[in-house]
């Protein structure tokens, strides 16, 4: 059973620069996992899938792209649901990341 966790992160970029943002910064999702993960990703309309495997387990999340805000979803499997608070507090506090500008 899986324990999810929802986050909107509200912008005001419109969709398609939230979009290409996200894009962009995706491939730095590993480095702010501990002990290292593999992340894989693929897009399907505004809706970004990712696989996220780390310490042996899988997490599966969703960031659906709208033209005012961001919405995450994880699926935490398990024993990892029991961190569920931690996992969220540190989505709201970096999620925002995934919306910086790095193209200038």
Not at 31 to 42: D, E, L, M, R, Y
Not at 43 to 61: F, I
Not at 84 to 97: D, P, R
Request: no cysteine; glycine share 12%.
């Amino acid at each position: 059973m899986s324990q999810p966790i929802d986050i909107d992160l509200p912008h005001n970029l419109g969709k398609d620069e939230a979009r290409r943002r996200i894009a962009n910064n995706i491939h730095k999702l590993e480095q702010h996992i501990p002990g290292g993960a593999s992340v894989q990703s693929g897009w399907t309309g505004d809706q970004l899938n990712l696989n996220v495997a780390a310490m042996g387990e899988a997490v599966n999340a969703s960031i659906d792209v709208m033209e005012t805000k961001v919405h995450l979803r994880v699926l935490l499997p398990g024993m990892l649901g029991m961190f569920s608070g931690l996992v969220q507090a540190a989505l709201q506090k970096k999620g925002g990341a995934l919306l910086e500008d790095h193209s200038g």
